[in-house]
């Protein structure tokens, strides 16, 4: 597609649920990276995934929060147990994959936890 | 450890006065710099970046920035401002040695007057 898209756009689940959000990357796009943006928090960087290489997952914050990549493309971020801390939006980003490469975010998906 | 500092957590400005968006960083090698524009209840919108040359680099919407090596800086500027450029501005660092996410500052509430 023309950019990154995220669904759904809007979360609303109860405490101790399991959630899964969806990031579909730009076409030819070979790196994706979720980032969360609390308030007061800022953007934290969660996982990031290159290629078939090993995700970097030394952003995520707890062992609650998971995510795949199948085939290269769309990638699933699942936060088991939600707590109410998890509320935030959750962005995703992909680029091509060179260190110098410009990052697109998607509109991002805002997570509520009641 | 790489760091963004972003001073100011609100800049004011009245239309058609320049602007200055403040940010400094802290990486252990070479940086690649961006700044993001964040609409209410959007993604990041990517505005401008420095990799290497020119030290002021030239983005969307008018915007420009410098890099200073001396002072760590990479501040955003416009000559004269919009009303529609009132929005929240993100500068990020990406250490070209050790680098894959980007590290973000708190960012930066522009609001311009009309």
């Known amino acids: 597609g023309a950019g990154v898209s995220q669904s759904p756009s809007n979360k609303v689940t109860e405490k101790g649920k399991d959630v899964e959000l969806r990031c579909d990357p730009i076409s030819g796009h070979t790196a994706l990276y979720w980032y969360r943006q609390s308030l007061g928090q800022g953007l934290e960087f969660l996982i990031y995934?290159?290629?078939?290489?090993?995700?970097?997952k030394s952003g995520l914050p707890s062992d609650r929060f998971s995510a795949e990549r199948t085939g290269g493309s769309v990638s699933t971020l699942t936060i088991q147990r939600t707590q109410q801390e998890d509320s935030a939006v959750y962005l995703c980003a992909t680029d091509r994959g060179q260190f110098g490469e410009t990052q697109y975010f998607g509109p991002g998906t805002r997570l509520l936890v009641l | 450890a790489q760091s963004v500092a972003q001073p100011e957590d609100q800049v004011n400005v009245a239309e058609g006065n320049p602007l200055t968006v403040k940010c400094t960083y802290s990486v252990s090698g070479n940086p690649y710099l961006f700044w993001y524009v964040q609409y209410p209840n959007r993604g990041l919108q990517f505005l401008l970046k420095y990799i290497t040359g020119d030290n002021l680099v030239k983005g969307s919407y008018g915007f420009e920035a410098e890099f200073n090596k001396s002072q760590t800086s990479f501040h955003l500027k416009k000559p004269s401002a919009l009303v529609s450029d009132s929005a929240l501005y993100f500068c990020?660092?990406?250490?070209?040695?050790?680098?894959?996410?980007?590290?973000f500052g708190k960012g930066t509430t522009l609001s311009v007057s009309s």
């Open positions: 990020a660092v990406r250490d070209m040695s050790a680098g894959t996410a980007l590290i």
């Open positions: 995934f290159q290629g078939n290489s090993a995700p970097d």
